[in-house]
């Protein structure tokens, strides 16, 4: 099973990573109206859209339905108060015509994961395709574009699982096979994706994988069952939507048995699409955990005898390296700024002056991974020093 975790990282003064999408709702695709129409062809647009979403006009239909209903109302009242007012109007065209973010015609908030996007069209195609030609077609895809050889990499597993383990002399050759067996598992992993309507999934993948999975799989799925939820709203108001009708329902579309259709038939498709990828997911997270084993090549100060809740950690990234102050609380990870007197300009753990581990810092550096999300090679470095705390204790 796909399992979810994390460690909560407190950011403060240097500025690590960024979390959220920003985006800009477009009121007059909310509205259904042009950007140059006049403010009074715009009331009407206004009205007419309220009536067609007013609570009123569906009885009986299904509660989550009306809640919907009722946040497009209220989402109607929002964007009139905008752009029918002349003044907010300006400003916010102005903002519009600067605005370089993902814009959100419906006014719901923008899943981004990585740089997939979610689309409706592309889960409704693959609700109706052959499972078995997909996976075919997957596979061919998945060795022509990255360069995994089986026998080539099956060679170098039994070797690093026998009791000699890899030779330093072919462990950067390891390390090219996993990676090429990680670039083969990420492109069928991609090809599930697309099948759940997530194009282009590529995000940078944390060590724990299965929880980064699991996080994608809960958000791609509740975006999924919202767009239903709004086309089934749509058909329901009036308007035209992508949803066909099914089979055997007859011209006049029933709002619940559609979207209890629907519904029934996008937890199906998740739960197949899930069940191809946890042995993909499973494996990718083995191989970047060792990717990790191999590539960090942490190093702590030679003269460490105490292994401290303060570290001066350096981090390796071609010919750089940044140094940050690091404080392990409990399962937190607070990152601040290195004291004025401390030489930043210092590559090896080795070279930091001993006055440092007097005064009770631990000193360690790794090298960074572009293969692997930074917070989460953070996660892997606090977690393995914590193991040698907890041994040291």
């Known amino acids: 099973m796909l399992t979810c975790g994390s460690k909560f990282f407190e950011l403060q003064e240097d500025v690590m990573a960024t979390f959220g999408i920003d985006y800009l709702t477009d009121y007059y695709a909310v509205l259904g109206v042009a950007r140059d129409t006049p403010r009074n062809e715009i009331r009407a647009a206004y009205v007419r859209k309220q009536m067609q979403y007013h609570t009123d006009r569906f009885p009986g239909l299904a509660p989550e339905l009306l809640a919907d209903a009722a946040e497009k109302s209220k989402l109607l009242s929002e964007a009139y108060a905008i752009v029918g007012d002349d003044d907010k109007r300006r400003a916010y065209d102005e903002q ?15 899943i981004i994961l990585g740089e997939s996007n979610f689309s409706l069209n592309t889960l409704l195609e693959h609700l109706t395709m052959d499972p078995e030609t997909r996976k075919r077609e997957a596979e061919n895809l998945a060795l022509q574009y ?24 072919l462990k950067a050759a390891y390390f090219e096979q996993l990676s090429r067996r990680d670039t083969y598992l990420a492109l069928l992993e991609s090809f599930i994706w697309e099948s759940m309507g997530q194009n282009e999934h590529t995000p940078t993948p944390h060590i724990e994988y299965g929880a980064q999975a ?15 939820r709004r086309e089934v709203l749509s058909i329901a108001a009036g308007e035209r939507a ?15 048995q559609m979207l209890a259709y629907y519904t029934a038939r996008l937890d199906e498709h998740f739960a197949q699409q899930t069940t191809l990828l946890e042995p993909i997911v499973a494996e990718r997270e083995e191989i970047l955990t060792t990717l990790f084993d191999l590539g960090a090549q942490i190093e702590y100060h030679p003269d460490t005898t105490t292994y401290t809740d303060r ?9 750089e390296i940044v140094w940050r102050l690091v404080v392990l609380d409990g399962n937190a990870v607070r990152i601040l700024s290195l ?3 401390f030489d ?3 590559r090896s753990a080795a070279h930091v002056s001993k006055k ?17 999300d930074v917070e989460a090679q953070l996660n892997r470095i606090a977690d393995l020093h914590a193991m040698k705390r907890k041994t040291q204790a």
Do not use: C
């Open 339 to 341: 004291p004025d007197e």
């Open 96 to 110: 519009l015509a600067n605005w370089t973010g993902p814009l959100s015609v419906h006014g719901g908030s923008i």
């Open 146 to 169: 990255s360069g995994f050889d089986k026998e080539t990499y099956e060679f170098f597993r039994t070797q690093a699982k026998s009791p000699a383990g890899i030779p330093p002399a």
């Open 311 to 319: 570290v001066m950690l350096g981090m390796l990234r071609d010919e």
């Open 242 to 256: 992508l949803l066909p009708a099914p089979d055997g329902m007859g011209e006049k579309v029933d709002a619940g």
């Open 356 to 372: 440092w581990l007097s005064r009770g810092y631990t000193v360690l550096t790794f090298r960074v991974l572009r293969e692997i």
């Open 214 to 228: 699991t996080a994608a799989i809960t958000a791609v799925r509740a975006q999924a069952h919202q767009s239903v």
């Open 344 to 346: 930043r300009s210092i």
